[in-house]
C-alpha cells in the first residue's frame, strides 16, 4: 500500500448496488453520529423504493437508479466516494482506491456484486449483459444484427428469447428443457406456446417487482445512446456497474435489423464446442454451416455438430461474484461458485469484514426451505441484514438469522406470465422423496406442488393463480397434508377458505 490514510471511517460500505446502498441506509438511520463511507465505481447507484412485505417471506419494491447525492442529502452522516475499490489491507483495516487514495474503516462490508461468466473474453462479439453500459453494447449490436446465438438457460436467456424481436434467434441449452433454473420440464412446456405466438402488444397485469431508472421517461421507448451513463463518465474504468433488475428491458427496444416478429429456435440438450471469428471459420472451413450461406462476424458450433453463423452471441451462462480486489494478500475462505464465504451474520473469515448480495456465498446451514440464487430480493434481503449484523457487533448485542432466510421466495415474470417459485420449487436437493402435484390450464395458469412426507416444500405458480399466500402459510406451518391428497390442488376447492 502506497499512500497515508485519509481518514477512518466507523463503516465502510463497498457498492452501489441494492446490496451495498441497503446495507447504507440500514447503518446511517441506526448510527447517525458515525462516519459511514459509500465506495462505487459508477456514478449512480440503486435505490429500493415502495418496499412493501406483501406477506411473511414476499416483498415487492422498485428500484431506481439514482445519482448518489440523493443518498447524501438524506443521511448526512454519508461520505459517498466515486472510486472502485483497488485493494483491501484487512491487518491495517483499510480500502486503496484506484486513484490512490487509502482509508482506514472500523467494519467494512464488501457488497461488489458479480459480473457475467462469459463463454470467453476474447471475442467481441460475445457479449454480456448485466449493468446499463452492457445493454447499450447490446443493443447496438442488436440494431444491425439478423441473427444471434443465445447461449444459457436461466433468468437472462428467458427474458431475451421472449423481448428480442426482428431478428432470428438460435437458443442454445444444456438442458431437454427451456428455463432450467428456474422451473421443470412440465412448466417449460407450458410456456413454450409463448416462444411461438406473437407476444401480445399490451402486457397483461400482472404483480411484479419493477425497475425504473430516472430517465428518460417510462414507458417511452429507450435508446441508449453513448454519451449517458456511459464510461465516458469514468475514463479509464473498466468496473462493472450495478446488475440490471425486474423490468429492465422495459421500454428499452429490442430490435434487430429484419421486419419479423419472433423467430426462436431452441437447440436442446447442448453445449458450444467452440467459437470462431469469421476469419478463423474460413481457415478452419470443414463445418458444415446449418441452415445458412453468407458470412457472418462469429461462428458457434455447438456440441450436437451443429455450426450456426451469426452477428453475436449473449453468453447468458450465470455469474462470477467480484472478488478479486479483496482477495489478494488476505484470508478469505471462497466458495466453488466463486464467492466469499460468509456465516449466518453476514461475515467473512476476516475480523471486521463482511459481505452481502451477489458478491457472498451463504456458507451457514440453510433452512431446509431456503437456498441462495443469485436475486434482487436476495441482495437487499442481505444487504439489510449485513447492516443490522455489523451494528449488533459494534453494540455487543446478540442477533438471530432473519426470518426472510427462513423460506424462498421469489416473485417474478417470464413471457409475460407471473410466476412465484416458493421454497424447494424444484425438488432441489430432495433425491427421490418427494412427489409432485400439478394442476395446468393451457395459456392460464400451471401450478406445481412439491410434497415429502405429506408435507409441502414448495411450489411452482405461473399465472395468476392468487394461490401463493395459502401455499406460503402450508409450507411454512408444515402441516401434514396426507389426507387432502389431489384435492390439494381441485379448481373447484376454494383452498383458501378450506385452510383458513
Ligand atoms: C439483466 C438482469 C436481470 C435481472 N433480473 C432480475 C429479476 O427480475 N429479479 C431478481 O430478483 N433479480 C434479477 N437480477 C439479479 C439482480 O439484479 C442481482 O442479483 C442484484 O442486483 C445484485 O445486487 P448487488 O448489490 O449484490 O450487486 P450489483 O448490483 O452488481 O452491485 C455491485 C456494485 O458494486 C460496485 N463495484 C464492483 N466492484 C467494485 C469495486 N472494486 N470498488 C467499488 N465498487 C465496486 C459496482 O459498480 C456496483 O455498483 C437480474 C440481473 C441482471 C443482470
Ligand atoms: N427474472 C429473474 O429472476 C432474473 C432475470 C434475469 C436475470 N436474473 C439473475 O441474473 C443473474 C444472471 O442471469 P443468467 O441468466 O446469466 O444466470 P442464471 O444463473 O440464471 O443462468 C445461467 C444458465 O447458464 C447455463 N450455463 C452455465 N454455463 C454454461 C455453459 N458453459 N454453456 C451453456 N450453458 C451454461 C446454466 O445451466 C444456467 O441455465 C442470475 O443471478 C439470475 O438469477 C434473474
Not at 450456426?308 to 478479486?324: M, R
Not at 395446468?440 to 415429502?452: A, F, P
Not at 412426507?453 to 401455499?471: C, N, Q, S
Request: hydrophobic letters at 40%; aromatic letters at 10%.
Amino acid at each position: 500500500m502506497e499512500g497515508k490514510k485519509e481518514k477512518t471511517f466507523k463503516f465502510v460500505i463497498v457498492g452501489g448496488g441494492i446490496a451495498g446502498v441497503t446495507c447504507v441506509e440500514q447503518l446511517s438511520s441506526q448510527f447517525p453520529s458515525e462516519d459511514v463511507a459509500l465506495f462505487t465505481a459508477g456514478p449512480l447507484i440503486k435505490a429500493v423504493t415502495n418496499y412493501k412485505q406483501v406477506s411473511r417471506t414476499m416483498e415487492e419494491f422498485d428500484v431506481e437508479e439514482k445519482p448518489s447525492s440523493v443518498l447524501e442529502e438524506k443521511f448526512p452522516n454519508l461520505t459517498v466516494i466515486h472510486s472502485a475499490v483497488k485493494s483491501l489491507h484487512t491487518h491495517s483495516h483499510c480500502v486503496e482506491t484506484a486513484d490512490g487514495r487509502v482509508f482506514g474503516y472500523k467494519k467494512l462490508c464488501i457488497c461488489s456484486g458479480a459480473r457475467p461468466k462469459l463463454l470467453t473474453q476474447e471475442n467481441p462479439n460475445v457479449l454480456g449483459i448485466r449493468d446499463t453500459d452492457s445493454v447499450q453494447v447490446f443493443q447496438k449490436h442488436l440494431s444491425k444484427a439478423r441473427r444471434i446465438v443465445i447461449v444459457g438457460n436461466g433468468g437472462i436467456a428467458l427474458e431475451l428469447v421472449y423481448e428480442v424481436k426482428g431478428c432470428e434467434v438460435i437458443w442454445a441449452v444444456k438442458d431437454k428443457a427451456i428455463g432450467n433454473t428456474f422451473f421443470d420440464a412440465g412448466a417449460a412446456q407450458f410456456l413454450i406456446p409463448s416462444l411461438e405466438a406473437n407476444k401480445a402488444e399490451v402486457a397483461g397485469p400482472c404483480k411484479r417487482l419493477r425497475y425504473t431508472m430516472e430517465e428518460p421517461a417510462p414507458d417511452a421507448a429507450q435508446t441508449f445512446t453513448a454519451d449517458k451513463y456511459s464510461r465516458g463518465q469514468n475514463p479509464g474504468t473498466v468496473e462493472p456497474g450495478s446488475a440490471l433488475g425486474p423490468d429492465w428491458h422495459r421500454g428499452i427496444e429490442l430490435q434487430g435489423a429484419e421486419q419479423v416478429s419472433h423467430r426462436v429456435s431452441v437447440e436442446y440438450q447442448c453445449e458450444v464446442e467452440q467459437i470462431f471469428t469469421s476469419e478463423e471459420f474460413l481457415l478452419s472451413s470443414k463445418q458444415t454451416l446449418e441452415a445458412d450461406t453468407g458470412s457472418w462476424p462469429v461462428y458457434v458450433q455447438l456440441t450436437n455438430g451443429k455450426t450456426f453463423g451469426c452477428d453475436f452471441v449473449v453468453s447468458a451462462t450465470g455469474v462470477i461474484p467480484n472478488t478479486e480486489p479483496f482477495v489478494h494478500g488476505n484470508n478469505f475462505l471462497l466458495a466453488d461458485d466463486g464467492g466469499l464465504q460468509v456465516d449466518d451474520h453476514m461475515r467473512t473469515l476476516q475480523p471486521d469484514v463482511y459481505a452481502a448480495g451477489d458478491v457472498c456465498t451463504a456458507c451457514w446451514e440453510h433452512s431446509p426451505l431456503w437456498q441462495q440464487m443469485r436475486l434482487w430480493t436476495q441482495a437487499r434481503q442481505m444487504g439489510w441484514y449485513a447492516g443490522r449484523c455489523m451494528a449488533a457487533d459494534v453494540l455487543s448485542e446478540s442477533i438471530e438469522l432473519d426470518f426472510c432466510f427462513e423460506l424462498f421466495s421469489h416473485v417474478t415474470k417470464f413471457f409475460n406470465y407471473k410466476v412465484v417459485l416458493l421454497g424447494k420449487f424444484n425438488a432441489q436437493g430432495l433425491g427421490s422423496d418427494h412427489e409432485l402435484l400439478v394442476r395446468c390450464t393451457k395459456g392460464q395458469e400451471y401450478v406445481k406442488v412439491v410434497l415429502s412426507r405429506g408435507r409441502m416444500v414448495g411450489a411452482v405458480l405461473i399465472g395468476e393463480t392468487d394461490l401463493e399466500e395459502t401455499f406460503e402459510n402450508l409450507i411454512l406451518n408444515q402441516m401434514d397434508l396426507t389426507s387432502y391428497g389431489e384435492e390439494l390442488l381441485n379448481p373447484n376447492i376454494d383452498i383458501e377458505d378450506y385452510f383458513d
